[in-house]
């Protein structure tokens, strides 16, 4: 089992920068996947950003080139850096642990663009 607690959100403007942080309460180093999802009110969620154990990342299109995902092996935390950001990044974001199945969310933080 991995509990995430999710926190850095907030209120930017555009153009702005956020530091999402995501502490796990095991290693994230041996952590098959582990990714930031975002749910805009009205909205499906999706799939931001997912680095693997390997250290293979992806982005989803609309978030390349702006925002960044990194872990730190030493502080059990996985990061999303985002910058230059848009009201449309306006979400929850949730992080997810699969260290293989099942699954695990974090509870969500806030992040809100204003224009």
């Known amino acids: 089992q991995v509990q995430l607690v999710e926190s850095g959100g907030g209120l930017v403007q555009a153009g702005g920068s956020l530091r999402l942080s995501c502490a796990a309460s095991?290693?994230?180093?041996?952590?098959?996947?582990m990714g930031w999802y975002r749910q805009a009110p009205g909205k499906q969620r999706e799939l931001v950003a997912v680095?693997?154990?390997?250290?293979?990342?992806n982005y989803a299109d609309s978030v390349k080139g702006r925002f960044t995902i990194s872990r730190d092996n030493a502080k059990n935390t996985v990061y999303l850096q985002m910058n230059s950001l848009k009201p449309e990044d306006t979400a929850v974001y949730y992080c997810?642990?699969?260290?293989?199945?099942?699954?695990?969310w974090g509870q969500g933080t806030n992040v809100t663009v204003s224009s």
């Open positions: 997810y642990a699969e260290p293989p199945s099942p699954g695990y």
């Open positions: 095991r290693s994230v180093f041996s952590i098959e996947f």
């Open positions: 680095i693997l154990s390997g250290g293979s990342i």
